[in-house]
């Protein structure tokens, strides 16, 4: 067998660990160590770049930014500061037909602002906002589906762990991809808003409709969340105007996040402590995978399976749209089977160089910001649809009254929406990349 088929059949092999609920980090750290073997022939080298691949992986300062904003997210969990979110929001749109399922969008998007998270931003949200669609009548289906799809805001809107990672392993700007992520992060907010707008004309799912706020009291919910705002701004604007490198600002922002949960009185020191053993048990399951999958990817470099495909793709005179439309295809099938981070790690090494090797009329710096982007975007469905669809699991057991069934069903409106907003950005890409221009 040829290393190029050893590579290939590396595959189905991860694939039926991965059914037989073997973790995907030790999955992918697994074949990679013996497919090493296989193709070297001795287990020799496959051990020396075990030791050698882990302290070159986890020496990367950049990779320091990944804890710093998983503490960040836990400090902004315990502060409280979700149910501000959620309460300013419905002052604003409450009084619209579907409003507070509106409002528990635009709280996601607030709280994944300063979080990062998915799995957290749903986890908290759903927490506070469950109850009130409840409360005001909301059908557990609108309710369930609106918190899952409004919890993947958390990986889209900056600053996004995903987004890290992925500018790492690409080596792009992390900056540059906050930037551009904010555009397509506002349009998917306002995308799944129009969805329960539609969605509550066509069937009777909606609640109450909330009596209108007067303006003063409008801005007094505002102002209740000027830390929040504060927050994103030194985070985010930091990095935008060069104030902070990203991992400054993340250090920055979970400082904040932990004087804002200290100040509101929240925190205290088993709170503390419960916020650093939980950032430690996240960061070593991400570090976990990382290092799983870099084991994996030095695998697939030995067979040349990348190199090899990449030249096979370019040697066939396929249109570079059709490559493009295939690979996000594949990464809406992935996201059925595999979570948002293990597909990005295990994907990204393989995909991307043949993907910047094709011509889209642009640089292969700001195809590569685009590129992340829409792989974002339909990495962000692949949390919502079953049968990994880690976002409906985390909002179905907050409410047991509604079956995952109706979750599920009430998703798909939102998975419609995520994919007419990848058509728009696919269609536009000034969409994306035209504030990274305006200020580079």
């Not at 290939?8 to 697994?30: D, E, K, N, T, Y």
């Not at 315990?78 to 979110?85: A, F, K, T, V």
């Not at 579907?98 to 602002?113: D, E, N, T, W």
């Not at 609106?146 to 809107?157: K, N, Q, R, S, V």
């Amino acid at each position: 067998m040829s290393n190029f088929e050893i590579g290939l059949w590396s595959f189905p092999a991860l694939l039926v660990l991965l059914f037989l609920r073997v973790p995907i980090g030790p999955a992918m750290a697994l074949i990679g160590f013996c497919g090493t073997w296989l193709v070297t022939g001795t287990p020799n080298m496959t051990l020396a770049q075990l030791k050698n691949l882990t302290f070159g992986t986890f020496a990367n300062y950049s990779f320091s930014i990944i804890p710093l904003f998983l503490l960040m997210g836990q400090f902004a969990t315990i502060s409280g500061m979700s149910r501000d979110l959620f309460k300013a929001a419905e002052a604003w749109l409450g009084h619209l037909r579907g409003g507070v399922a509106m409002s528990a969008i635009g709280a996601c998007a607030g709280f994944g602002s300063i979080c990062g998270s998915s799995l957290a931003t749903a986890a908290t949200m759903g927490q506070v906002a469950l109850p009130e669609l409840k409360r005001y009548g909301y059908s557990g289906r609108l309710a369930t589906g609106a918190l899952a799809a409004g919890g993947t805001l958390g990986i889209l809107i900056p600053p996004s762990v995903v987004l890290v990672i992925y500018a790492i392993l690409t080596e792009l700007n992390i900056a540059k991809l906050f930037v551009a992520a904010m555009v397509p992060g506002i349009l998917a907010a306002a995308g799944y808003m129009i969805t329960i707008a539609i969605l509550v004309r066509m069937k009777n799912e909606a609640g109450t409709v909330l009596e209108r706020k007067t303006f003063e009291e409008r801005l007094l919910a505002l102002v209740r969340v000027w830390p929040v705002l504060m927050i994103f701004m030194a985070v985010v604007g930091g990095i935008y105007f060069g104030f902070f490198t990203p991992t400054e600002a993340a250090a920055v922002g979970a400082a904040g996040t932990g004087l804002l949960a200290l100040f509101s009185g929240q925190l205290n020191l088993r709170k503390t402590g419960d916020a650093i053993l939980g950032t430690a048990k996240s960061t070593g399951m991400i570090f976990m995978i990382i290092l799983g999958a870099s084991l994996f990817n030095n695998f697939l470099a030995l067979t040349q399976l990348p190199q090899n495909t990449a030249s096979w793709v370019g040697a066939q005179g396929f249109s570079p749209w059709l490559v493009l439309f295939a690979v996000l295809a594949l990464y809406l099938v992935f996201g059925c089977i595999m979570d948002s981070l293990s597909m990005i790690l295990l994907t990204v090494p393989i995909f991307y160089p043949i993907m910047v090797g094709l011509d889209f009329g642009m640089s292969p710096d700001d195809f590569g910001l685009w590129f992340g982007i829409l792989v974002l975007i339909v990495v962000e469905v692949g949390l919502i649809t079953p049968p990994v669809g880690m976002n409906l699991f985390v909002i179905n057991a907050l409410d047991k009254d509604t079956p995952i069934g109706e979750t599920f069903r009430g998703t798909l409106p939102f998975v419609v929406a995520d994919l007419v907003r990848v058509c728009i950005l696919l269609a536009m890409p000034a969409i994306t990349l035209g504030l990274v221009w305006l200020i580079y």
